[in-house]
């Protein structure tokens, strides 16, 4: 049997995404996105504990969702985990995991983005 590198996240913006551009051109938006999952403790006491998670969209996919992507909006992400590693200006190596997004939907709660209410969902180019 072959592997599975798939992520399914629900969650809101922490920040507006990053758009940026490499030095070849290639669009890169980067996202904060947070999970939040909540409880009741042994007390009965409701808790919460929030996870933190880098998503990175490429391409048109990034430019064209860029304005919708604004702190609190929640989104819902279908992608898969990547580990990038680069050396440091001291020459260390150094690594991070992030989820490369091949299709993200906006979803109706939270933010003050420009969508004027309507969702939106990319999905990868061919």
């Not at 072959?2 to 030095?23: F, M, Q």
């Not at 290639?26 to 999970?35: D, M, R």
């Not at 279908?78 to 001291?90: F, N």
């Not at 906006?106 to 983005?113: K, Q, T, V």
């Amino acid at each position: 049997m072959g592997s599975v590198n798939k992520v399914i996240l629900v969650g809101n913006l922490g920040r507006d995404a990053e758009l940026r551009y490499t030095t070849g051109g290639a669009a890169v938006s980067t996202l904060n996105l947070a999970t939040t999952e909540v409880w009741n403790d042994k007390q009965g006491q409701r808790q919460e504990k929030t996870e933190w998670h880098r998503v990175v969209l490429w391409g048109k996919q990034a430019e064209s969702l860029q304005e919708y992507l604004v702190k609190g909006k929640q989104i819902y992400v279908e992608g898969r985990l990547q580990t990038r590693q680069w050396d440091d200006k001291d020459g260390n190596k150094r690594y991070t995991t992030e989820i490369k997004a091949d299709r993200i939907t906006l979803l109706g709660g939270g933010g003050a983005g420009r969508s004027g209410g309507a969702d939106r969902s990319v999905a990868p180019q061919a």
